[in-house]
Each structure stands twice: as C-alpha cells, then as structure tokens.
C-alpha cells in the first residue's frame, strides 16, 4: 500500500474517532407546564399545612372532621382551612397509594378525581410510595378567590423536596429503594367545590415549574 493511501486512511479513522466522542446536547428544563388529567410525573404532587407546615402523618385518608362545613366555609379563611386538611390527606395518599378513598377528598365527576384516581393506579402498578418522615413539601396561598358561594380558586406556591421510593423490595433485607430525589418548585392553580356544603378538590393545574429555578418561597 503506497504512503499516500495509509495517510489517507489515517485521517478518515481520526476523524471517525473525534466525531464519536463530540459531547451529547445538555438537558434543559421548561418552566411552564399544565398538569393535564392523567399526567405521571414523579416528584410532582402537592401539599401540606398551612403557614409553611409539612405532612408527616401516615394516614391515606382525611380525618373525619376534614370535610365537614364550618361555619364560615364560605369566606376567606373557611376556604384555607378546608384547603388545608384537604390537601394534607391528598399527600397523605402518596405514602400508601392502594389505601387512599379519593372520594373523601375530590368531588364527584371533577377532573381531580380523575387525574388523582389515574396517578394512584399507576403509583400503586409501579410500587412507587413517598415516606412522612423523608423530604417534605412547603406551600403558601399567594392568592384566594371566592368566585361563587360554593366555587373558590386559590394559587399556591410549593417547594417540594419529598423522596419517592420503589417499594419493589421493601419486604426483603433490600427494603425501600430510592427512586426520585428531584427538588421542585411549582406555581399551581387550585379549583375547589362545595357540594353538600363540604369543600372539595375539582381540579389542579400547574402553572409553572422548575427543579432548577426557586421562583417563589412558600
């Protein structure tokens, strides 16, 4: 083989070689994002008490009080209050999935119940749980809407640093594997509706969110 065929050869096999190990695109992340019906994203549930306070009961179901009407239900602080002890069996169903009673938290036919029904089916599938005492999630109401007597919007804001485990291996001396430790911040638009003169969940959307940019502080 002549000199000038091997140098040639030679710089094909470099080129090949330099091309190979050029570095794969960066992962980026949008900010905004709807929570459709249905939607399965790890890391992204909701809440706690009010006034920055964490979930760190095991139940997978709200108390007997949790829906029952106060006397000032439909002001401002009845509707916080409700929201309140709604969401904290809401995340509470995340830790025992198969165990939750969707109906004592959404209301009949509401997007919520859907949506949280799906997830649960899914999380349950997929041994996948969250633990009381492992991360926590913060909320705030930046705001509170009192649209009709029995109709209320509320906007939270969320900092989410709970842990999802698969459970796969919990009765064995493996136990519980870490699966998702992904921090998020979110902006969430919450509907709730009154039926029986109880407040329930219609619906959640997810305004924005980010696991890189803390854009609000519960």
């Known amino acids: 083989m002549s000199l ?3 140098r040639g050869a030679f710089v094909v096999v470099l080129v090949t070689t330099l091309t190979g190990c050029v570095a794969p695109p960066s992962l980026s992340f949008p900010d905004n994002q709807q929570d459709a019906a249905g939607e399965l994203s790890f890391g ?14 095991d139940a997978a179901t709200v108390d007997s009080g949790a829906t029952t009407a106060n006397s000032d239900a439909t002001t401002a602080d009845g509707v916080e209050s409700a929201f309140s002890r709604l969401i ?3 995340t509470n169903c995340f830790h025992r999935p ?12 509401s997007p919520e119940r859907q949506r949280l029904t799906e997830s649960l089916a899914f999380y349950t599938t997929e041994r996948m749980r969250t633990k009381p005492d492992e991360g926590r999630l913060q ?4 705001s509170l809407t009192l649209t009709t007597q029995d109709r209320a919007r509320l ?3 969320e900092y989410d ?7 796969s291996m919990a009765d064995t ?3 519980d594997i870490i699966f998702d430790t992904t921090i998020w911040t979110r902006r969430v638009e919450w509907i709730l509706l009154r039926v029986d003169d109880s407040w329930s969940l219609w619906s959640r959307r997810i305004d924005r969110r980010s696991p890189v940019a803390r854009f609000c502080t519960p």
């Open 44 to 57: 992204d549930e909701v809440a706690a008490n009010a006034s920055n306070d964490t979930v760190d009961s």
């Open 98 to 109: 198969a165990r939750c009673d969707v109906s004592q938290l959404t209301a009949p036919d």
């Open 155 to 157: 906007v939270t804001c």
């Open 161 to 167: 640093t709970r842990i999802f485990f698969d459970s």
């Open 173 to 175: 001396e493996i136990g």
């Open 4 to 6: 000038f065929i091997r």
């Open 139 to 142: 909320w705030a109401v930046e």
């Open 88 to 90: 904290t069996g809401w």
